[in-house]
């Protein structure tokens, strides 16, 4: 079927590339305490309006880490003016192991909430994690002090991590107090086993996590039939006498700053998989303008001389600098590995600009505790790589996340970079928590700074699907096109919340002050364009092709990279995220709705220019102009626009 004649998209497939539809959370509501039940659990726990808690949720997770979806039965909830309560009963599980369990919410008008549950294995049950988990949020508590109740008894003043703890930074938890507005403080008590904490903005979440069973314990571990798990969470709130709780900021507003710069050059990754895929549509990727292509390489997946020759092919024929990301295997004579690559590259010509290197050690996590495996000393891997391709630039970090970079950090006397990448699916799927990990990205980057010193920041391939699992054997697939995480394949890549996502994420790193972004891929399962693949694409395969819309917001932030760079700050940065830059003749300004609803935004103050927004309905006509932005853009005048949910829009002064 060609494009013009595949019917219309729907709604679905043009804001999230899926029509597996989404159940929208019931709002709980005692007074002036509020929380979403969603699948069991509770989310945004808010007194007056104000967030306290982001989550409070009872997972089941496998030996992978993975987190079954229960299955919930018998569900009542039962609502007055200032009480409500849930009950239901729930199974999760697979066909080779299940567990069950019966829980009970109350939440009550003076702030108090109760969530406890009771459950059994119904047959040997091995999971890594059972029980609760409490998420805390980071806006106003980062660097904020706290009261700490230890299992023995004990009581301590701590504060929460500014910079990103790369271990646990609170262990041996009963409860923990802490202010989530001027003069008001939330208790968390947490009872029925030891809980501990980990500092999730380590994965992008937007969140410190508190959660059952140390880590210090084996894991995975086996829950017997009939073993019965009990546990309880209690929220309580106090406000000192007279302390006024405003109401939270809804406005969005943007404020322009001075120029400085340059915004970050920007880029794509390339699987050696892809290549062939990627030199058919580079007539139309060269127009999104990657001044760089990083071209993976890892002898384990079979990747060889005509590998790299492919790769440095498709990199040149997208016009991009082609750079190495090169994997080695060898503990034991690593040097040699090197110096055989190095002569392979070589051989090509040394097309190679920029030279990343790992051990392969390092894309599988570590955890805190652990014995580290065998591994070449980082110091004589990057001594190596300096003397294999003389004239490149050396990079080192993590191909992983930049939880294992915050873990095991380079040397970097013989790096001229530091790198690592990102994925918002570790822990969670769902379209809020996705583009919640945005949050967390200056707390990473800031940390990162800390770690790479004066040295240039690479962030990337990233995209929203995980590219490896260093927490299994590798990412969870996803036939089913749903919001799933730990996914490779995620279905939103392929829709306007892609687009959204990636123009929010490069906001995120040129306002962290990193050099150089790589997104996903061109083609595949991290791309911006379609092309044939193994899985599902609905929509785009019936059509034959075309662009995604996050084609269009990368060529828009393509064509500010490398200029002098603008501060353009959001008031209300989890909804609305902007980057602007000098271009010829003017100022240009790109915009990213992060939410599900239409957002007004107030400028700085009355602008003339040309405004262009690509929106749900500018989809289908979209994904065949690649000057969409052109196409659409209209006279402005004034001082605010509108922003449709989950739209991207650029507007020229």
Known sequence: MTAAHAPAPSAALRLYGTEVPVEAPRLLVAGPLSAELEDGNLRYIRFQGREMIRAVSYIVRDRNWGTYRPGISGLTVESEAARFTVAYEAEAGDGAQRFAYRARIEGRADGTLVFEAEGEALSDFTTNRTGFVVLHPIEGVAGAPCTVEHVDGRIVEARFPELIDPVQPMMDLRALTHAFAPGHRVTCRMEGDTFEMEDQRNWTDASYKTYVRPLALPWPYVLRPAERLSQRVTLTVEAAAGAPLAAPERAVRIALGPASGPAP????????????????????????????????????????DAALAAAEEAARALGAEPWLEAVIRRVEG????????????????SPFATVLVSPGADLKCTLPGSPWPP?????????????????????????????????????????????????????????????????????????????????????????????????????MENPDGIRQA?????????????????????????????????????????????????????????RGGGLFPAFHAMRALGEIAGRPLLAATSSLPRAVLSVGAETDGGRTLLLANLTDETQEVALWGPVEGRL????????????????????LARAFSGGALRLPRWAVARLQI
């Open 612 to 631: 262009a927004v690509l929106d749900e309905d500018a989809v289908p006509a979209a994904a065949d102009d690649p000057e969409a932005f052109a196409t």
């Open 265 to 304: 050059a920007i880029g794509l990754g390339l699987d050696p998989a892809d290549a062939a895929a990627t030199r058919a549509a580079a007539d139309r990727l060269r127009q999104a303008g990657p001044r760089h292509v990083v071209c993976a390489y890892d002898p384990a997946l079979g990747h060889d």
């Open 486 to 542: 730990m996914s490779r394949v995620d279905p939103r890549q392929r829709g306007l919340f892609g687009a959204a996502f990636a123009l929010g994420y490069y906001a995120r790193c040129a306002e962290g002050g990193v050099a150089e972004v790589t997104l996903g891929g061109g083609v595949g399962a991290f791309g911006i364009v379609h092309a044939p693949m193994p899985y599902a694409q609905p929509w785009w395969d019936a």
């Open 334 to 349: 690593f040097e040699d590995e090197v110096a055989a690559l190095g002569r392979s590259v070589r051989a090509l010509g």
């Open 375 to 475: 591994c070449p000393p980082l110091d004589a891997l990057y001594r190596a790589a300096r003397e294999a391709f003389p004239g490149a630039r050396i990079g080192g970090g993590m191909f992983s996340y930049f939880t294992e970079l915050n873990r095991k950090r380079p040397p970097l006397e013989h790096l001229d970079l530091v790198g690592f990448t990102t994925s918002p699916l570790v822990h969670a799927g769902d379209d809020r928590s996705v583009a919640e990990s945005l949050e967390a990205l200056p707390a990473v980057f800031a940390s990162a700074r800390a770690i790479a010193g004066d040295r240039p920041l690479h962030v990337g391939p990233s995209a929203i699907g995980m590219r490896g699992n260093p927490y299994g054997a590798a990412p």
